[in-house]
């Protein structure tokens, strides 16, 4: 069962901090300046277009080597927001690439580019890659981050989620449930955060085979879900999902049917037909549609 995980993004100081990099220290502004300038502006009104235009052009117009890779860091996110992920991978590798030459590899500025890339990776289902992507984010944060920190909850979170997604149940388990201890502290009891987090620990249960713990992870998080996102929403669909999955393996076979109804239904308000997971989560419904007929004629 491979689930389609939403992956929850962070942005670490702001949309617009490659801009902002890029601008500090200049007095009297120059052409690219000028642009930059106006495709911040252009990021914050979610104009992604006009903004990957505009700081394409301030490229051409000649930045200073030190301060390309903030400007082609805002570039990257600019696609990734259009989903135009090639072009995201590549403006962020670039942006990778010098900013290490400029700050060395171990400056924390640089997760704002590592967890960009990883959810550019965990979105075009390249996990190996996502996951050490990451990783790098989450030890470039660490450090410096408070122990209690929403943020390190997400960063944990990421980690995990992707290590589910390539089945890796065992290894994910210590990340979320650092995460979901992490988050505790400083999120409420109806918490949608919480609720995701518990949801991807229970994924790395029911990877395991543990699926009493699982459940009981999965309805607590379908609680919260329902009332914060509703039924038609791929949140809550996922969490269908798992215990649909759940009822399957028990032999539970009208309840897992009646589960994966729901969570199909929840995809797709955001999935068209044609989407991996959708695929996976029809042919699962089909299987037990399947197996549940073939049951009721031997009865």
């Not at 491979?2 to 949309?15: A, N, T």
């Not at 109806?190 to 699982?214: C, H, M, T, V, Y």
């Not at 798992?242 to 729901?262: M, P, V």
Request: glycine fraction near 8%; charged fraction near 25%; proline fraction near 3%.
């Amino acid at each position: 069962m491979q689930r389609h995980v939403k992956l929850i993004s962070i942005v670490l100081v702001g949309v617009a901090l490659g801009c902002a990099s890029a601008l500090s220290g200049e007095d009297q502004q120059k052409e690219w300046q000028v642009l930059v300038r106006e495709a911040e502006s252009r990021l914050e009104a979610k104009d992604f277009a006009e903004a990957q235009k505009l700081l394409q052009n301030a490229l051409d117009a000649g930045i200073p080597v030190g301060k390309r890779w903030s400007v082609l860091y805002s570039l990257g996110l600019a696609y990734s927001q259009t989903n135009d992920w090639a072009k995201a991978e590549k403006y962020l590798k670039r942006a990778l690439q010098e900013g290490e030459g400029v700050l060395g590899r171990e400056d924390p500025l640089l997760s704002r580019l590592t967890n960009v890339l990883a959810g550019v990776y965990q979105n075009t289902g390249q996990y190996a890659l996502a996951e050490r992507y990451h990783k790098r984010t989450l030890d470039l944060q660490e450090s410096i981050l408070p122990p209690n920190s929403p943020q390190l909850a997400t960063l944990l979170m990421n980690v995990a989620s992707v290590l589910n997604l390539e089945l890796k149940g065992k290894e994910a388990e210590p990340f979320a449930r650092r995460a979901l201890e992490v988050a505790s502290s400083s999120e409420g009891s109806d918490s949608p955060k919480l609720a995701l987090i518990r949801g991807n620990l229970a994924n790395s249960l029911r990877l395991q085979g543990r699926f009493d713990e699982a459940e009981q992870l999965y309805r607590q998080a379908l609680e919260v879900e329902r009332k914060v996102f509703g039924d038609a929403h791929q949140f809550t669909a996922d969490t269908y999902w798992g215990l649909a999955f759940i009822a399957k393996k028990r032999g539970q076979l009208e309840t897992s049917l009646s589960l994966y109804e729901k969570a199909m239904q929840g995809f797709e308000g955001s999935f068209s037909s044609a989407d991996p997971a959708m695929k996976q989560l029809r042919s699962e419904f089909e299987q037990v549609k399947a197996a549940l007929g073939a049951a009721q004629t031997r009865d």
